[in-house]
């Protein structure tokens, strides 16, 4: 799913699936027939609804799905921020439409905390500071407990970077909604992905509303975001005489002595992915463990407590993951080096293995083409150094995505996948409980089995980070994001063919 910036937005507005022209108070409706739909389903009708709405369209979203569900027997009220004489045409046909039975109310003291606010007070139109009165409006809402549903984005968020080229690289968060669901439009938007304002977007719900796909598809956007069509078409299939040579053999050299952990949950993701043959390269004073844990695991042995020597025979594997709990020493830093030098395949690179780069930049050039990086933020900053905002993040991670001819995985909330060419994917699965111990480290195996298994590094990258994602969104359904761990996450892999 392609992601359009501001302008792009405008542009897509004007047409429908059918590629015709759509008069915008038409497009209002068919987008608050989906939004109505969504509540509908998704909220107790004893909730009473308060919705919030502005002058321009976001708000006329927000009146016509008052309207819709009112009719469908919800306990709607109107806080109207602006008058008719401030509205735009379609926000004022759509509060002409309003059954009388809806009443408005002028102050927020007159709903309880069972209220769900409807944010429809800014849509994707905002530029610049919030202004009165909608900058005292969404100060309000977000001193109350009441739950939030924001339309399209929260308001007060730009479409775009939380960073805007002319703001002097200061962002006001205190004027965003604090939303805990956005039902975004169509596709979400980038500032929603981002760490800076992402927080504010809460769970997004992306809503279909029939934009014309060719034009979205064709516009020139450098982002993506990761949803189950991508994956679907992805997918690789396993036949019924295919036997285990075929699917590829994956090396993990990773652990080292009181470290095994990190090499055993990358082994166990790794044999999650469907490849034929996984083969882990430890100390030999931990052999006993992974053979009980994964006996079908092939064991390569290093005469040291750390990796000290490559395994032999290397060129027989077809992908090579590396870095979790290897330490830093400087005999694995030049095993390390040899690895980079003599692999003829692109290599999993994490944890360690990305610190011992960062530590000699000179071991940067040596990454084989079309490799895997996959730093989480400090791990980033070490290799890049410091950034200032999201927009001087995203040219650092471009510019080494670009020097090394390597994938950069940045691990995150919305994990973002960066290319050599400037294209960015953001992932839609995962959660706040998957930021513990050793869920890079399944990440890692799970990736490297991939690209053994046949995806491109580019395919690999995208459907590992995906299915990582949502195993950690199952082990949140059962455990909750406080008590799961990072070995729940092997338990709940599924990659599906």
């Given at each position: ?127 610049g500071n919030v202004k009165e009165p909608a900058a005292s409006i969404i100060s309000q809402i977000n001193s109350r407990n009441n739950k939030v549903i924001s339309i399209d984005l929260p308001s007060g968020m730009s479409a775009d970077t939380p960073v805007s080229l002319h703001s002097n690289n200061e962002t006001n968060t205190s004027q965003i909604i604090k939303a805990d669901i956005t039902l975004t ?313």
């Amino acid at each position: 799913m392609k992601i359009l910036i501001k302008e792009q937005i405008k542009e897509a507005d004007r047409y429908t699936i059918e590629n015709e022209p759509i008069a915008s108070v038409d497009l209002m409706e068919r987008a608050a027939e989906a939004i109505a739909g969504w509540i509908d389903e998704n909220v107790d009708k004893q909730s009473p609804l308060l919705f919030v709405t502005g002058k321009g369209n976001n708000g006329g979203d927000g009146l016509a799905v008052a309207r819709i569900l009112n009719q469908k027997g919800f306990d709607c009220s109107i806080y109207a921020a602006y008058g008719k004489d401030f509205q735009n045409e379609e926000c004022r046909i759509n509060m002409e439409r309003l059954p009388a039975e809806i009443p408005f109310i002028n102050s927020f003291k007159e709903i309880d905390e069972r209220t769900i606010i409807i944010d429809a007070l800014l849509g994707t139109g905002i530029s610049g500071n919030v202004k009165e009165p909608a900058a005292s409006i969404i100060s309000q809402i977000n001193s109350r407990n009441n739950k939030v549903i924001s339309i399209d984005l929260p308001s007060g968020m730009s479409a775009d970077t939380p960073v805007s080229l002319h703001s002097n690289n200061e962002t006001n968060t205190s004027q965003i909604i604090k939303a805990d669901i956005t039902l975004t439009l169509e596709f979400p938007k980038l500032a929603m992905l981002l760490p800076e304002t992402g927080e504010y977007a809460g769970v997004i719900i992306t809503l279909p509303v029939g934009l014309n796909k060719t034009y979205i598809e064709q516009a020139k956007s450098p982002y993506r975001y990761i949803d189950k069509t991508l994956i679907e078409s992805l997918r690789k299939k396993r036949l019924k005489f295919d036997y285990k040579n075929i699917y590829g053999h994956a090396l993990l050299i990773c652990g080292s002595k009181n470290m095994i952990g990190a090499a055993m949950l990358a082994t166990g993701a790794a044999l999650r992915s469907g490849c034929g043959l996984v083969s882990v390269h430890i100390p030999y004073d931990e052999r006993i463990a992974f053979q009980t844990r994964f006996p079908s695991a092939i064991l390569s042995f290093d005469k040291a407590g750390y990796f000290s020597e490559l395994p032999s025979d290397i060129d027989k594997y077809n992908a090579i993951g590396t870095g979790c709990g290897s330490g830093i020493r400087l005999e694995t830093m030049k095993a390390f080096e040899t690895l980079l030098k003599s692999a003829q395949i692109p290599l999993v690179i994490d944890a360690d293995a990305l610190n011992m780069m960062a530590m000699n930049k000179e071991l940067l050039k040596y990454i084989p083409a079309n490799s895997i990086l996959t730093p989480h933020p400090g791990e980033l900053k070490r290799l890049t150094g410091e950034w200032n905002s999201e927009e001087n993040k995203h040219r650092k991670v471009i510019s080494l995505s670009s020097a090394t001819k390597s994938i950069i995985v940045v691990k995150g909330a919305h994990t973002a996948i960066y290319l050599p060419d400037g294209t960015v994917y953001f992932n839609s699965t995962g959660n706040a409980g998957m930021a513990k111990g050793g869920s890079g480290d399944v990440l890692t195996g799970l990736i490297t089995g991939l690209l053994s298994r046949g995806y491109s590094s580019f395919e690999a990258a995208v459907t590992g980070v995906y299915f990582h994602g949502l195993a950690g969104d199952r082990a949140c359904e059962k455990y909750g994001s406080e008590s799961m761990n990072s070995l729940d996450l092997l338990e709940e892999i599924r990659v599906m063919t």
